[in-house]
């Protein structure tokens, strides 16, 4: 073998090696291509995420402070429910007390003694006397 096909079989190696070192440097250009356009969608998709994330923030902090104010409305609600119990319950004590001395001046007013009174209508004894001298009959 001459030289000269000696560097004729160099000059074809280092021409298929260039060849396919050109073609592996493009292919890298392009995976580094896709990789630079898949982190520009990933970083639009993380800006996408934070907006949403920020408006859902937004929004609980709304929904907190309606759920607040609900729940106080309902504590106020629930004192002003108590008074009205507690009214409702002195009013039926004061009219069982009132028919109780209904039922007493009825007795009374039928000749009814002191120790009937006391019995019958769980009196003291001062307030059955007091009760038959306002609204005893006359003898």
Do not use: P, W
């Not at 970083?43 to 907006?51: A, H, R, S, Y």
């Not at 607040?68 to 004192?79: E, H, M, P, T, W």
Request: glycine share 4%.
């Amino acid at each position: 073998m001459d030289v000269n096909s000696l560097l004729l079989i160099i000059s074809a190696i280092f021409l298929v090696l260039f060849l396919a070192l050109a073609l592996y440097v493009n292919s890298l250009s392009r995976s580094a291509q896709q990789s630079a356009s898949e982190l520009k969608q990933l970083k639009q998709f993380t800006i996408l995420q934070q907006k949403q994330l920020k408006d859902l923030s937004h929004e609980l902090q709304a929904m907190t402070s309606a759920a607040y104010g609900v729940g106080k409305r309902i504590n106020q609600l629930s004192a002003q429910i108590r008074e009205l119990d507690d009214r409702q319950e002195e009013f039926d004590l004061k009219e069982q007390g009132a028919q109780s001395m209904q039922q007493a001046i009825a007795l009374v007013h039928k000749g009814a003694s002191i120790e009937e009174l006391m019995t019958s209508c769980d009196m003291s004894r001062g307030e059955a006397e007091l009760l038959i001298m306002v609204h005893g009959q006359a003898d």
